[in-house]
Structure formats: structure tokens, C-alpha cells
Nanobody
């Protein structure tokens, strides 16, 4: 059974940093493009970032470009999202997923950016 489990969220002040993790199991992680998506309170899912299996291709939404970094460790079957210079508008539940629509996402991890 394919499973994605997100962790690492929390409460952080504006300008702060967090690193999210996504533990993958039940499929060949190293062959899979992976995404981060998020859902802010009262809003729909928003695509955040994508990475290919070999980490040679990454892309970001304009809203996070230059502040967020996606990475992966195929030996650990784990996807990461390093989030720096956080803004209040980054407050959301963050999910890892197989595509930008959120397919296969886990339960998510909540990030709250507030002073």
C-alpha cells in the first residue's frame, strides 16, 4: 500500500524557518516525481514544489521561489521541504503528493506562521 506521512510542522514567527519531512513507503520512491502542495484555511489546494527522482529537476510556485527548497533522500525514502523567511501567508496544512492535485497525499502537517 502506497503511503505518505508528513511531519515537521509547527508554530513559527514570521521570518523563521521550518523543515518538513515526508516518509514514503509501498512504492519505488526513487523512480517517482514528488510534490509538495498546501491548503490554507478556507482555500483550495495550492501546488508548492516538485522534484524528480534523481533530484536533477526542481520547480517552485512563484509565491515560494527563493524561500523554499525541495529535496529528497532516496536511501531513506524521504522527501523534504526547507522553508525559510516564512510569511503569515504560508500558514497552511502541507502535504506531499504524487502530483499537483494532491493525489495520494497523507494526513498533512500544519504550519502556522504568526507573531
Amino acid at each position: 500500500v502506497q503511503q505518505l506521512v508528513e511531519s515537521g510542522g509547527g508554530l513559527v514567527q514570521p521570518g523563521g524557518s521550518l523543515r518538513l519531512s515526508c516518509a514514503a513507503s509501498g512504492f519505488t520512491f526513487s523512480n517517482s516525481w514528488m510534490n509538495w502542495v498546501r491548503q490554507a484555511p478556507g482555500k483550495g489546494l495550492e501546488w508548492v514544489s516538485i522534484i524528480n527522482g534523481r533530484s536533477s529537476i526542481t520547480n517552485y510556485a512563484d509565491s515560494v521561489k527563493g524561500r523554499f527548497t525541495i529535496s529528497r533522500d532516496n536511501a531513506k525514502n524521504t522527501l523534504y521541504l526547507q522553508m525559510n523567511s516564512l510569511k503569515t501567508e504560508d500558514t497552511a496544512v502541507y502535504y506531499c503528493a504524487f502530483d499537483g492535485t494532491g493525489r495520494g497525499r497523507g494526513q498533512g502537517t500544519r504550519v502556522t506562521v504568526s507573531s
